[in-house]
Every structure is written in structure tokens, then in C-alpha cells.
């Protein structure tokens, strides 16, 4: 069969265009093995190749000047050809802009929930002609209940007349398509596609612009198929906007909760939801994180897998009911109780569920093992699920998750699991108990996804940037991992000494080596639950701020992957490089009293040694900040550290922090400027000319060095990555972002996250939410941010400016929120272009007096600047009583509605 292509597609010199798929002549995906257009007439590449195959995949790819490939967006293109042998196909392709903004509509949030079609009804019935056109339309966006169809001059679409509209087959619908019988068309061939109500038999809606033509059938074999594909359905209308609620499901309440928000109390939240107009759920975490079984492990971005989710959601009554009814009843009543509470009482809900977990496993146990579903499950999900039922099993045998202190199995050894899991083994039932949880979880959260996909609601994940080192992960694949340094942010206004999260880092090389399959596997197992997701410090994709795992504070860290300078960089640029002077501790006596105050003797006899008059250096047993930690960690016992303890502590480690320079962890004769070196006294002590020479080789380091370095780190990894689910890629984008991050994300099509108080421009204060760009996700506030009316009373100067300068208000200003203050702002938000505008669930209820919570500081779900934070927040409302209040729903609703979202 003879297959020819062509396209449209203006180069500029030195640049072709190839095409690539599944088949050998194609080059099966290798762009070195690609099959070379030939450029016929300017902007027109055109190529032609003998093949036998009556199905195929392929992608058109740009070769650039310096030899670099560049794919076209989107899915691959497939042809299916049926059963009749062909002896001649063209394909007519238009090129996929990867920049176009409407991308993101072909993601499963819009195709599989929001946009949803109904079982294809309108299957294509028509005698095979031997000479076919196929006309397909590729576009995203059209109301489920409507079809698109053609419109033209030939009586083959209806010679213009709407009643006679040809409807195309949405079966493979983003992708329509319409067999026509080629020898019956008089060509040039003139047409428009038309929104299309079959049920009354009438145009919706025309196409914008002037009529597409086909000038010629081209085809010259009898037996032969024109397959042209347009791209986009020409439309006027404004571009597609929704609005979204973001809410921890921890912080879910209905009448049946078990003490924290379940995966059954979505249904319910769904509901709400959907009244409201609200068409997305954004969620936190819902990874299982159980490492210390205390509070601590509340903390949902510190999972200890990230395949497995956490047991603590499940609803204990779905599971199944205990025989002895005095223990069931004793169950349900204690939860009840705690969900009478006002905030999360995370250690002591986990205990009672634990506990219920292991009883109704052992009742149910034998026929459990033995189900068909669970039989399914295990088959599907046992690569991951075997290592994390082990992993939990020595976690608590050895009461720590720290593998290195275990007894045995320190070291994962594949064989050695196997038999330790073999159903033979005695102690089978404590691990097959933990398949068990991750069974009935999975099932509960398959549920409520369905159940909100059916509704027309997207449920948007959230994946950490970090897996915890103490983990399945960290256990099993160590290699892929930097389990010596500590993942964590620089210093920004959420925590003056920056951010050290205790994750380890990547070790991207060894990633790269089997294409990231551990990144797409997450990906993967995340599209079972959500359309959308959230990916955290996306940022950590161009580089990560890498802390070494002795130090404790934000600072002390660096980029990774970074190009820190060499000490002749360094002195070339005039700077008197003394490695001593610049990269250990300066201590001074002269500002020793403003750190320790009437301690500071006492600080010099213990910690300091005095190596010239006035000059000091710390002693080997405090040089790191680790040490000084663990130092004063050892101290407390079961008591809080003193005001004087833990002056002397915060002290130490600001003098461990007195340095201009660290030093690279891969490479000890290079060095980073250090962050924020200018409020050290070593910078403030140096003399003017070096100060200026300094700040220029700082600017130049953490502004301008890294640019194009970081961009490719990031093209490497994202779009691999990317491309193992079809969901909604969102991005958070906050904080010291380099200038090459927003050109990735919208060549990437990630939406940025625009919060009005931390605009990304340095020049203003406030983003005025009709500034977000579309592809964005605007919002009044983050789980790491004070809620709208926390961040109000803050600071009443910057709110007054916030009030005269966004709002245009002239009134008097009051430093109180008062409901319809809140309301303008999120009139603001629903008013602006971006996509999505998506709400705390703390903030939409500002605007009622009547719903919103009396204290407001109680409704903080995360303060960053403290390392071991308890996530407890607890919407103070059910969900049953938020259903039932109609005026605030009602009023919700409509401010949606009038928006056009």
C-alpha cells in the first residue's frame, strides 16, 4: 500500500520535518530512524512509503538547525483502516502547537468528567466505497448533549441546508471523524463544521471564518482513502473557566466520621459541590505516612510510600462489622466521640482504627484471602504492595521506620521478602493484614472517585516532592535516592531561615537510566484516583535546594543540580578568595552579646575555643548544626527546652551560619554563594570594595548562571514524566523561581498557581486577579498561608493598601473582615481569565457571618517556618448541615454562574 503524508508547517532554514510511529518504516518512535519529509512547496512537507500495515501510530517531529528533535503536542495520531485492503492513503494533518492553551481541555479532567460524552449513540453506519474521504475533527471542548456535524455545498453534507447536516462518529471523540464515498463528491470541496442538536434536528452553532476547502481527492489508486484531519472547531465563545474548593480530607466532618474526614465522606462533599456549582476538589496528600505512630505523622507530604494510601481514612463501618457487638459498639462510640472534636486528634484515631483493623481481619480473614476482587487486586498491585506490607510488618516488629536500625532486612533483599511474605510463613497474617487496609482503601477511594466523575466533579490530587527516608522507597530503591542530603526551600517569607523538609533528594542520573519508570509508575497509580494533580515545589524538577544532612536550617543549604564556582572563578571576578575567611563559622566576640545576651560567657566556656583574642572557632562536638540539635534534643528529655536552652541552641546555629560560601557536596573544591549572606556579620564585616564584589558574583549566581542549565534539566525529566498519565498537570510555582520556569510550564502546559498576595512580579505588592495568565490556578490563600481573614488582620497597613489599592475602596477601613469584604475578593478571583480559580473551603465560608467560624487563627492548616507542625485542622460545620444551608449555597451558585465559570 502506498501511504503518502503531507502537512503544513513553515521552517526557517536549516529546519525539516520528519514523522515517526509504530512501524518499522517509521522508525518505531527513534527520531535518528525517522522518515524525512520533503519540503514541496514553501510551508508544505510532504512524504510517501510502501507499507502492509492497516493500523498505525505516528507523530510529526522538527529537526532543528543544531540537530535536535522537537515532537508536536499531543497524543499519537492512529489511523485504523479496517479490513478492506487499501492500495492508496494520504493523510492530511495540519501541526499540533504544543504552545496552544486549550491543551490542557484534552486532559481526562475534561474528557472523562467535565466534558464527559455519553456512550457513543451515533456510530457511523456506511457502505465501504472504494474511493473514501475521511474527514476528522480534532477539537476538545462541546456540550456532552450536542454532536458536532457537516455542513457544505456538496448534497453529500447537505448542500448548506441544517437539516441535513451529516453527524460525525464521536466514538473516538476528542477525535471525530465522517466516512464519505469520494467518487460521489464533486471536489473542490467546500465545507464547515457545525455544533449540532440531533434531537430537534438544528444547528447550534456554526464554525467561525471562511469555509475549509479540499481541492482534490489526489488519490489515483481505484482502491484508495484521503484521511484529512482538521484541528480545532473554530469557535467565538470565551474560553472554558471553572471554579474549584480546596479542603484536607482530613479536615472533612459528617455526622459519621470516624474522627477525621474518611474516603466516604467525599460523597457528601461531592454534593455539596456540585449545588454550588463548584467543579473540582483539590486534596492534600492522601499517601500513607505512618513512621512514629504519634502526631507527628500527620503530616501528609512525608509518606513512607507513595503507592500506598493512608489506613487512617477508611471508614471502619464499610470494612465490615465485628461479631462481638460490644466491641462494635465500643468502636463506633469512641470515634464518635473524637468527632465531636473540635480539631483532628490524629495519634489517637489511628490507635482506635488500628486496632478495629486487626479484629475484623481476623474474623474475616480466611475468606478474604480466598476473594476474587481481592485476588484481582493483589495481582495488579503486588510489585509495590508486597515490599509495603513487609516494610510495615518490620516498622512496627522493630518499632521504628529507620530500616537502619532494624534487627534484620536492613538491606532490602528481593528473595529474602518473598519468603519473609511467603503465605507459608507463620507470621503471614500480620503481613497479609496490611493488604487487607490497602484493599478496602483502595476500594472506598475508587468509590467516591467514581461517584464524583459520575457527578461531573474532578477530584485533583497532590504529589509531595519528597518521599520520607524512612520509607518503602528509601528501603527498597535506595540507588535512586541522595540519602545523605535533606530536601527544603530557601529562605522566603514563609520562614526567614528557609525550609529543610528532611526528605532526601534524587538521584536524577540513576532515574534517567530506565526512562524515570519510578516516576511514571507514580503518575500512574495517582490517574486511578484523580483527573487532576497538584505537583508540589515543581521547581524541584529544574533543581532542588539540597541541605546537607548535618545541618538543620535552610540556609546552610544549595542548588542541586547547580554550576558552583571554582576558587580561580572566584578570584578572576577581583575577590580575595581566603577559603578559611570565607567558608568557615565567623565569630567575633564584638556581636556575641546580641545572641546570647547574659549567657554569652557562659556560651564561650562550653561551646567556643578562643584561637586569637576576640576570635573564635567552635568546638569539634558542636561544628554542624546536627550537632548542636541532637545536643540540646538529648537535654529536654520529656520537657520543652527553656527560653535560655533554646537561645543558646538557635545561637550556635546561627554562628554555624556565618559563612559566605558552602561547599559543594559532590565537588569540595567548588562553592556556592550562600543564600542570603548579606545578614551575616562575616558579609557586614568585610570592607565596601568587597562587599560590591560579592553581591555582583551573588546576583549573577542565583539570577542569571543557571538559566539555560536548569531549563534542560528540566526538559529531560517533565516531559517523560509527564506523558505516563492524561491528567491535569498543575504546578506550584511559589517562591524563588528562576526566570526559565514559566516558559517549561507553558510549553509543558502547566498551570501555574497565582495567589494574590504573593505576586511573582517584585515590583507590586498585590496580583490583581485579572492579571493570572488562563492557564493558571488563581486563589485567595494556600495550606501554607494564613486563611483570607488571618492574612487581613496580620498586618492592618498592608490590608488597608490592599483595600484603597485592589478593591478601589475610599470608605473607612475596618481591620476586621466583614463578610462582604470576603465576598468582593472572590468576585475578584471568579472574574479573572485564569482556568480555574479554586478556593480553601475556610475562605468560601468567610463570606456568611452566619457559617464562618468565630476563631480564624484555628483554621491555619500549615505554618512552614515550623519544622514538626500537627495538621489537625477540622471544618467546624458537617457536611449535612453546609448541604442544608440554602441561602449560602444559593448565593455561591450564583456568583459562579454570573462569572461563567
Known amino acids: 500500500m502506498k501511504l503518502s503524508f503531507k502537512i503544513d508547517y513553515q521552517t526557517t532554514w536549516g529546519e525539516a520535518i520528519f514523522v515517526s510511529g509504530s512501524t518499522p518504516q517509521f522508525g518505531q518512535w527513534d527520531p535518528n530512524l525517522a522518515l524525512p519529509l520533503k519540503n514541496q512547496y514553501p510551508g508544505e512537507w510532504q512524504g510517501t512509503i510502501e507499507t502492509g500495515a492497516d493500523q498505525f501510530e505516528y507523530k510529526y517531529l522538527l529537526k532543528t538547525r543544531e540537530g535536535s528533535f522537537i515532537w508536536e503536542w499531543g497524543p499519537d495520531r492512529k489511523i485504523v483502516l479496517g479490513k478492506k485492503e487499501m492500495e492508496e492513503v494520504r493523510l492530511r494533518d495540519f501541526w499540533r502547537n504544543k504552545f496552544d492553551p ?53 448534497p453529500a453534507v447537505g448542500s448548506w441546508k441544517e437539516a441535513h447536516a451529516v453527524v460525525m462518529d464521536d466514538g473516538t471523540a476528542p477525535l471525530w ?8 463528491i464533486n471536489f473542490p470541496f467546500h465545507y464547515k463544521y457545525v455544533i449540532y442538536d440531533t434531537e430537534n434536528n438544528r444547528v447550534i452553532e456554526w464554525e467561525e471564518g471562511n469555509n475549509r476547502v479540499i481541492r482534490d481527492f489526489v488519490c489515483e489508486a481505484e482502491k484508495s482513502m484521503k484521511v484529512h484531519t482538521d484541528e480545532k472547531f473554530r469557535q467565538n465563545a470565551g474560553r472554558w473557566k471553572g471554579a474549584g474548593v480546596a479542603v484536607p480530607l482530613f479536615s472533612l466532618r459528617t455526622e459519621h466520621s470516624g474522627g477525621i474526614g474518611e474516603f466516604t465522606d467525599l460523597y457528601q462533599l461531592v454534593d455539596w459541590s456540585k449545588k454550588c456549582g463548584l467543579k473540582l476538589i483539590q486534596l492534600l496528600p492522601l499517601n500513607e505516612t505512618v513512621s512514629t505512630h504519634s502526631w507527628i505523622d500527620s503530616y501528609p507530604y ?45 495519634e489517637e484515631v489511628h490507635k482506635v482504627k488500628s486496632k478495629f483493623f486487626k479484629l475484623i481481619f481476623d474474623q474475616q480473614m480466611d475468606s478474604f484471602l480466598k476473594s476474587h476482587d481481592y485476588l484481582e ?119 526567614d531561615l528557609g525550609q529543610n523538609w528532611g526528605f532526601p533528594t534524587y538521584n536524577w542520573e540513576a532515574m534517567e537510566l530506565d526512562g524515570y519508570q519510578w516516576w511514571k509508575n507514580r503518575l500512574k497509580q495517582m490517574a486511578r484516583y484523580f483527573d ?81 583574642p576576640g ?202 473582615m466583614e463578610p462582604w469584604l470576603a465576598k468582593d475578593i472572590l468576585q475578584q478571583h471568579l472574574w479573572s481569565p485564569a482556568m480555574w480559580a479554586i478556593f480553601p473551603i475556610q475562605d468560601l465560608l468567610a463570606m456568611d457571618e452566619e457559617l464562618r467560624r468565630n476563631d480564624f487563627e484555628a483554621e491555619r492548616i500549615n505554618i512552614p517556618a515550623v519544622a514538626q507542625h500537627y495538621w489537625r485542622y477540622r471544618i467546624h460545620l458537617t457536611l449535612e448541615k453546609l448541604l442544608k444551608a440554602n441561602r449560602f449555597n444559593t448565593e455561591l451558585h450564583s456568583m459562579i454562574s454570573h462569572s461563567g465559570r
Open 102 to 154: 486549550e491543551n490542557a481541555l484534552y486532559s481526562s479532567a475534561f474528557q472523562n468528567v467535565l466534558l464527559k460524552r455519553p456512550l457513543s449513540k451515533n456510530k457511523q453506519k456506511i457502505k465501504q466505497a472504494p474511493r473514501m474521504l475521511r474527514l476528522q475533527l480534532h477539537t476538545p471542548v462541546i456540550d456532552p448533549k450536542y454532536q458536532f456535524a457537516v455542513l457544505g455545498a456538496d
Open 377 to 495: 487486586f493483589f495481582k495488579q498491585n503486588k510489585e509495590w504492595l508486597v515490599p509495603y506490607a513487609a516494610f510495615c510488618y518490620l516498622r512496627d516488629q522493630n518499632k521504628t521506620a529507620n530500616f537502619r536500625l532494624w534487627k534484620e532486612y536492613q538491606i532490602f533483599d528481593k528473595e529474602e521478602i518473598l519468603q519473609l511474605t511467603s503465605p507459608k510463613n507463620k507470621i503471614h497474617p500480620d503481613i497479609a493484614v496490611h493488604y487487607f487496609i490497602q484493599y478496602h482503601a483502595h476500594k472506598q477511594l475508587s468509590e467516591a472517585v467514581a461517584y464524583a466523575r459520575k457527578n461531573g466533579v474532578v477530584l485533583k490530587g497532590d504529589i509531595p516532592i519528597g518521599i520520607s527516608p524512612n520509607s518503602v522507597e528509601a528501603w527498597t530503591q535506595p540507588e535512586l535516592f541522595n540519602l545523605s542530603q535533606q530536601a527544603g526551600a530557601p529562605p522566603d517569607e514563609f520562614a
Open 302 to 346: 512525608k509518606s513512607i510510600s507513595v503507592m500506598a494510601l493512608h489506613p487512617v481514612f477508611l471508614n471502619i463501618t464499610k470494612i465490615g462489622v465485628l461479631d462481638e457487638e460490644s466491641l462494635m459498639v465500643g468502636f463506633i462510640k469512641t470515634l464518635s466521640g473524637f468527632n465531636q472534636q473540635e480539631f483532628v486528634h490524629y
Open 615 to 816: 576570635k573564635f572557632n567552635l568546638k569539634p562536638n558542636f561544628a554542624t548544626q546536627k550537632q548542636v540539635w541532637d545536643y540540646f534534643e538529648n537535654k529536654k528529655s520529656e520537657n520543652e527546652l527553656s527560653g535560655k536552652e533554646s537561645r543558646i541552641r538557635d545561637g550556635l546555629c546561627d554562628l554555624i551560619g556565618e559563612v559566605l560560601f558552602v561547599r559543594d557536596s559532590n565537588h569540595p573544591t567548588h562553592f556556592h554563594p550562600r543564600i542570603a549572606f548579606h545578614d551575616t556579620n562575616s558579609y557586614l564585616n568585610m570592607n565596601e570594595h568587597a562587599r560590591y564584589l560579592l553581591d555582583e558574583l551573588y546576583i549573577e549566581f542565583f539570577y542569571n548562571r543557571h538559566e539555560d542549565f536548569w531549563r534542560k534539566q528540566a526538559m529531560k525529566k517533565l516531559p517523560a514524566i509527564l506523558k505516563a498519565s492524561d491528567m491535569l498537570v498543575c504546578g506550584e510555582d511559589l517562591g524563588m523561581i528562576p526566570d526559565c520556569v514559566p516558559g517549561v510550564m507553558n510549553e509543558l502546559g502547566i498551570l501555574s498557581l497565582e495567589v494574590q498576595r504573593m505576586p511573582k512580579d517584585p515590583k507590586i505588592e498585590f496580583l490583581h486577579p485579572s492579571d493570572a495568565p488562563y492557564l493558571s490556578v488563581c486563589t485567595t490563600s494556600t495550606h501554607d498561608t494564613s486563611t483570607l481573614r488571618g492574612w487581613w488582620e496580620e498586618d492592618a497597613g498592608k490590608s488597608e493598601r490592599f483595600f484603597r489599592i485592589i478593591m478601589g475602596n475610599h470608605a473607612p477601613f475596618n481591620k476586621v
Open 177 to 184: 471523524k465522517l466516512d464519505l464515498d469520494a467518487s460521489k
Open 532 to 612: 487532576a494533580f497538584r505537583i508540589d515545589h515543581l521547581v524541584g524538577f529544574f533543581r532542588i535546594w539540597e541541605i546537607p544532612s548535618n545541618q538543620i536550617f535552610g540556609t546552610m543549604g544549595h542548588f542541586n543540580p547547580a554550576l558552583p564556582y571554582s576558587r580561580d572563578e572566584i578570584i578572576d571576578r577581583g575577590i580575595n578568595f581566603n577559603e578559611e575567611r570565607f567558608t568557615r563559622p565567623y565569630i567575633r566576640d564584638y556581636f556575641l552579646r546580641n545572641l546570647f545576651g547574659e549567657y554569652t560567657e557562659e556560651v564561650k566556656k562550653m561551646f567556643l575555643s578562643e584561637y586569637e
